[in-house]
């Protein structure tokens, strides 16, 4: 069985990037570099009267750096669980941050790794329906975390065309918007 025989920290920031020491299962050992910064959640929110999707459209560094024209992809919700909070709590807060609304229940889809060769990020999958009425604020992210977050409302019928079309690079959003075609196909 493998097992870690060390970790040594090589870089702090908002993230931590760790040279790892591995045994793998046939006793090779072998050296992983693991970047490490908490787990997250995700959360594709819509409206099921209206059957359109609040996402949002924010500049990404690692499409930036890999050489996308711009950076910027269209996506679910997301962000991280802060100390001591609950995955649920985590992705109203985020909801209420990035796009202004307040979700009430929530459908888990999962949880996952996000990358497990290269990050020990876990990421929970929600579903989270709203109404116009739950639109309360402005949203746009916070501030003093640098982010800068368009709200945009989508005809769901559209963002399955977007996915049908490869148009969507988020595995997130992809994932999330699967889950809701095949529990509720009718709103599309």
Do not use: C
Not at 26 to 37: C, K, P, T
Not at 45 to 71: F, I, K, N, S
Not at 87 to 116: F, N
């Amino acid at each position: 069985m493998g097992r870690l025989i060390s970790k040594t920290p090589l870089y702090r920031g908002r993230s931590i990037l760790y040279q790892a020491e591995i045994e793998l299962d046939s006793g090779v050992v072998v050296q992983r570099e693991i970047e490490a910064h908490g787990q997250v959640v995700a959360v594709l929110t819509y409206d099921p009267e209206r059957r359109t999707a609040l996402l949002v459209r924010q500049m990404r560094g690692g499409p930036l750096v890999d050489g996308a024209a711009d950076g910027h992809l269209l996506e679910v919700i997301a962000g991280m669980i802060d100390a001591g909070e609950s995955e649920e709590t985590a992705a109203r807060r985020e909801a209420m941050e990035e796009v202004g609304i307040t979700l009430g229940a929530l459908d888990r889809i999962g949880a996952a790794w996000s990358s497990p060769g290269v990050s020990t990020e876990r990421m929970t999958l929600y579903l989270g329906a709203f109404s116009t009425s739950d639109r309360t604020a402005s949203g746009g992210g916070l501030a003093d975390e640098n982010e800068e977050i368009e709200a945009v409302e989508i005809p769901l019928s559209d963002l399955a065309r977007l996915q049908d079309e490869d148009a969507l690079q988020d595995l997130k959003t992809l994932a999330l918007l699967s889950a809701l075609r095949l529990r509720r196909p009718e709103l599309f």
